[in-house]
């Protein structure tokens, strides 16, 4: 079975500051795509970033970062300078085998204090 | 990326009746998804709108209960029907454009069954 991990409900970070949260995943699949997605309150679910396992170059959007290891299965997101518009539910993903199915991890909540 | 419009972008209805949800893509889409994210959950896959064939529906889903039409490559939509408390979720479609492509999403429709 495909299943992600997301083993942190909330984190709590100051503004400015840099936070990383953590996502795991099993898969015996050798071809995939791994996601981080933003849910602000709006409920919108937002692409913040993308990896494709058969890179080994980690992915990187402006403040966003992952440290995509995949021999042990982790691809965890790592936000930079911290703002208040960070503040959401992110949920990491991957997409497996044919049809492009989605597997969604349980989300962590993010807290941007000031 | 692409543009994608829901409508309804929320509703309270009774009991025993049934809701159809649209999806409006700006531009020509492969692959179009519906998801339900139940209160405080993740997202869970309902099904796989296939334009010209009937959709695939997840484990768990079935058509009678989600009724979903894909006429073509711009539009779909999901019917709840015979509806329950139970159904009171927040009901997204996604759009991808190829084998694992990114999805992106539509702003989502929420739903409150009395």
């Known amino acids: 079975a495909q299943t992600v991990t997301q083993s942190q409900p909330e984190m709590s970070v100051q503004e400015a500051e840099t936070v990383t949260l953590s996502c795991t995943y099993d898969?015996?699949?050798?071809?995939?795509?791994l996601f981080w997605y933003k849910q602000p309150p709006s409920r919108q679910m937002i692409l913040v970033i993308r990896q494709e396992a058969y890179k080994q170059q980690n992915a990187t959007e402006n403040r966003f970062s992952v440290n995509f290891q995949k021999a042990a299965k982790s691809f965890s997101l790592k936000i930079s300078d911290s703002q208040l518009g960070d503040a959401a539910m992110y949920f990491c993903?991957?997409?497996?085998?044919?049809?492009?199915?989605?597997?969604f991890g349980t989300g962590t909540q993010l807290k941007v204090e000031l | 990326s692409a543009v994608i419009s829901q409508k309804p972008s929320r509703d309270i209805c009774q009991r025993g009746t049934s809701l159809t949800i649209q999806c409006q893509v700006d531009?020509?889409?492969?692959?179009m998804f519906w998801y339900r994210q139940q209160p405080g959950q993740s997202l869970t896959l309902i099904a796989t709108a296939n334009q010209g064939s009937e959709a695939t529906y997840e484990s768990g889903f079935v058509i009678d209960k989600f009724p979903i039409s894909r006429p073509n490559l711009t539009f779909s939509t999901l019917t709840v029907s015979n509806m329950s408390p139970e159904d009171s979720s927040i009901y997204l479609c996604?759009?991808?454009?190829?084998?694992?492509?990114?999805?992106?999403f539509g702003p989502g429709t929420r739903l409150l069954v009395l």
């Open positions: 531009s020509q889409v492969t692959m």
């Open positions: 993903a991957f997409n497996t085998g044919g049809g492009n199915k989605l597997t």
């Open positions: 898969t015996s699949e050798s071809d995939y795509y």
């Open positions: 996604s759009v991808g454009r190829g084998y694992q492509e990114t999805q992106y």
